[in-house]
T-cell receptor
């Protein structure tokens, strides 16, 4: 069964720093990988979806990369801002068209 | 924009009560999901549905049931609420097919069972 791990569990950085969040998965036969953001007490907001044929996706200051063969994805946040403070989760389908398996997330704090 | 709504943001119920959590999506999505989220345990799948009147058990279905009578609505039912069902409940929906499997989430329902 697919397992997803996110390291670190929590991260605190000063404003303006570039940072990388990591996600690893055990079964590399994935169709895609999705990154989400969750603010405290709220639902999840989809940030980026990377198809298995893609190496990376970009949206504004966010860039997500995917290396299927090594079972890894990274989320790069450029020039971090206090408004980026949230929990970031990655998720992959268990197999084929099946529900997502989520990592436990990285809780990011950007200090002004 | 896809919109997924949940009937309540906060809910307080007593042990033994029957609880209904409602989820509605407005994008004609075939797939709908119910998760619960607990500190240290992450998101865990309770039930999901790929079509009307269809349901599949997720990882933790015990103590829960679901209903999908209409495509846009997916209900989670706690037959007899217990304190260990105190949690954040999140509903999600997605279009069919594995190649464009982007899930959209509702705002969540914080359920407290006393």
């Amino acid at each position: 069964k697919q397992e997803v791990t996110q390291i670190p569990a929590a991260l605190s950085v000063p404003e303006g720093e570039n940072l990388v969040l990591n996600c690893s998965f055990t079964d590399s036969a994935i169709y895609n990988l999705q990154w989400f953001r969750q603010d405290p007490g709220k639902g999840l907001t989809s940030l980026l979806l990377i198809q298995s044929s893609q190496r990376e996706q970009t949206s504004g200051r966010l860039n997500a990369s995917l290396d299927k063969s090594s079972g890894r994805s990274t989320l790069y946040i450029a020039a971090s801002q206090p408004g980026d403070s949230a929990t970031y989760l990655c998720a992959v389908p268990n197999s084929g068209n099946t529900p997502l398996v989520f990592g436990k997330g990285t809780r990011l704090s950007v200090i002004a | 924009d896809v919109k997924v709504t949940q009937s309540s943001r906060y809910l307080v119920k007593r042990t033994g009560e029957k609880v209904f959590l409602e989820c509605v999506q407005d994008m004609d999505h075939e797939n709908m999901f119910w998760y619960r989220q607990d500190p240290g345990l992450g998101l865990r799948l309770i039930y999901f549905s790929y079509d009307v009147k269809m349901k599949e058990k997720g990882d933790i279905p015990e103590g829960y049931s679901v209903s999908r009578e209409k495509k846009e609505r997916f209900s989670l039912i706690l037959e007899s609420a217990s304190t260990n069902q105190t949690s954040m409940y999140l509903c999600a929906s997605s279009p069919p097919g594995s190649s464009t499997y982007e899930q959209y989430f509702g705002p969540g329902t914080r359920l407290t069972v006393t």
